[in-house]
């Protein structure tokens, strides 16, 4: 009795120290204000493997190790460049390395979704009230830009037009995450008898603070989020079937228009400068060299969208070629993928529900550098997590 008493605090304690984990990660994205990310990390991680003795899948173990070799030959690599990085090779590696984490993500006992719930709510309350209070007081936009920036700039802020219209940009920087919670929370308000007041609110806060962000994938996710699980909705109703079509012709021909205008969209400053990354990209992903085995990560190339020499850009993808090359590259899309392949595999709607945040995620992923960073591997593990585990009726629908 003692020794099962031993295990269920163990698990207790993984999980209180995971829930802190993914509170100072998503709160403190560049781990300036807590500085405590990496403490939690191998906390959580020390905590699983020594109290909890679980039974560690090998599939996952060489999956692991198979990336830590990666990141450490890329590294290798990279060294050999005529510029080199090293603080930010050492980076990469430190973020890549939050994926051991995956060996938590199989354990039933281990919940991972619903530990994103406060500190996704927080960050949307959090940015919701500065756009109310610097509309109210003006004078607080230069407190709140002074403090983000004193501390790894965790919030950026500007002014910018979007189609025409003036607004005020309140990005922060973990606010992509909110892709992965606002489809789960709007599927349940639509779909299940949960809590309905608890529910809406999540999807409102979510919703909100996803277009109060000001940038364009953010805002484009969360509307078509909110559209394609309504039209479901209406799809699966009595007469859903009959105007279903015409409201999802109407769905594709706006969707289309407003994306043609936000990619044509010239006086955007934002846009050029990615254009910019993606023209110098090109030029050295057509290396055979880089094609096949990449630069590396810490390397340095010059990129026209920063008219310097960089060894990151916000195309996440197309650097991810550039680092790893196509091998490397593929290996790492192709763990990206898995949870979406395991989703469909479920094919319960509520696993559809996550898959469409998911990959809402790894659309925005590729046009910031969140995807490779410790946050983006914390979202993998959760993505990993949700999909595989098959209590839909008690963990996923609660």
């Known amino acids: 009795m003692q020794k099962i008493k031993f295990k269920t605090d163990g698990y207790t304690l993984t999980n209180f120290l995971l829930s802190l984990l993914i509170f100072v990660a998503v709160i403190d994205p560049s781990n300036q204000i807590f500085k405590a990310k990496e403490l939690f990390f191998g906390l959580t991680l020390l905590c699983y493997l020594v109290l909890c003795k679980p039974k560690l899948d090998l599939q996952i173990i060489i999956i692991l ?8 030959l890329a590294a290798l690599i990279g060294s050999e460049a005529l510029k080199f990085d090293p603080e930010f090779a050492i980076g990469t590696i430190k973020s890549f390395l939050f994926l051991f984490l995956l060996l938590l993500y199989k354990d039933p006992k281990i919940h991972w979704f ?25 004078a607080i936009e230069i407190a709140v830009y002074s403090f983000a920036n004193s501390h790894g700039q965790f919030i950026m802020m500007s002014h910018r037009e979007f189609l025409g219209l003036p607004i005020r940009q309140i990005f922060y920087r973990t606010a992509p995450l909110l892709t992965i919670t606002l489809p789960v929370y709007y599927y349940r308000l639509l779909f299940t008898n949960a ?3 608890n529910n809406l609110i999540c999807s409102l806060l979510f919703f909100g603070a996803l277009l109060g ?7 484009l996710a969360a509307m078509l989020i909110v ?16 105007i279903f079509l015409p409201l999802f012709t109407l769905f594709i021909l706006g969707g289309s228009l407003l994306l043609y205008k936000l990619v044509t969209d010239t006086g955007e400053q934002s846009l050029e400068v990615k254009k910019g990354h993606v023209t110098s990209l090109i030029h050295e992903i057509k290396q055979p060299s880089t094609l096949i085995v990449g630069q590396g990560i810490g390397s340095q190339y010059f990129s026209a969208g920063f008219n310097a020499n960089t060894a990151q850009s916000e ?10 090359g196509l091998i490397g590259g593929g290996l790492l899309f192709c763990l990206f993928l898995i949870p979406v392949y395991l989703c469909l595999k479920n094919k319960p709607d509520a696993y559809g529900a996550f898959a469409l945040g998911y990959i809402s995620y790894l659309f925005i992923g590729g046009t910031n550098p969140l995807l490779v960073s410790s946050t983006g591997m914390l979202v993998i593990c959760v993505a990993f997590s949700y999909s595989s585990h098959k209590q839909i009726g008690t963990y996923n629908e609660q």
């Open 65 to 72: 190790l198979s990336v830590l070799f990666l990141n450490v």
């Open 114 to 138: 619903e530990k994103l719930k406060i500190p996704c709510i927080f960050i949307s309350v959090i940015s919701i009230l500065i756009h109310i209070s610097t509309l109210c007081f003006p």
């Open 195 to 197: 809590s309905k007041r």
């Open 213 to 219: 962000t000001g940038t364009r994938a953010s805002m």
């Open 227 to 242: 559209t394609t699980i309504s039209i479901y909705k209406i799809f699966i109703s009595r007469w859903g079937k009959v």
């Open 315 to 324: 195309v996440s993808y197309l650097e991810i070629i550039r680092m790893f």
